[in-house]
């Protein structure tokens, strides 16, 4: 990806799960990594801060920016204006420079949320449409939640539970 200049569009695809990052309804709502293709919503406009911060302008002007949830942060598109919480640095993959990851002004690299993997709608959905089983593959990591040691990451256990809870 070349960054060029303030209002270089870009498309962003989740490596992991291959799809793309959306600011749901093109704005006023979460960040998801959720679509099969790219188009409006999926576009996201870059404002240069510096040689590698930006701030990322979604389909209906408004920023993308880290909203606190509880312990954690989010990334929601709900700000008319930019700030430093919706400041972004754009890291390259030194081995694959098509590859970036995108670091938030907290320090913390975006990355899929349990929150939004799984939601209790899915399991809403599965009822009403007569599934009455759900497998849950579970990783030997999810004795050491919330600090599984690396790759994993934590959160595993309170998505069981959410799922037990969800499921009756």
Partial sequence: MAIQKDGTQVQLMSTKFQKYLAAENGGGADLVANRASASGWETFKLWRVSDTSFNFRVFNKQFLGLENQGSGNKIAAVS???SNPKTFQIVRNSNDPNKIRIKASN???????????????????????????????????????????????????????????WTQ
Avoid: C, H
């Fill in 107 to 165: 320090v913390m690299f975006l990355q899929n949320n349990w929150d939004t993997y799984i939601t209790e709608d899915d399991f809403i959905f599965m009822s009403e449409n007569g599934l009455t089983a759900v497998r849950i593959p579970i990783g030997w990591w999810i004795a050491q939640d919330p600090s599984p040691p690396k790759p994993f990451v934590g959160g595993s256990l309170a998505a069981l539970d959410n799922a037990f809870t």
């Fill in 80 to 82: 008319n204006l930019p």
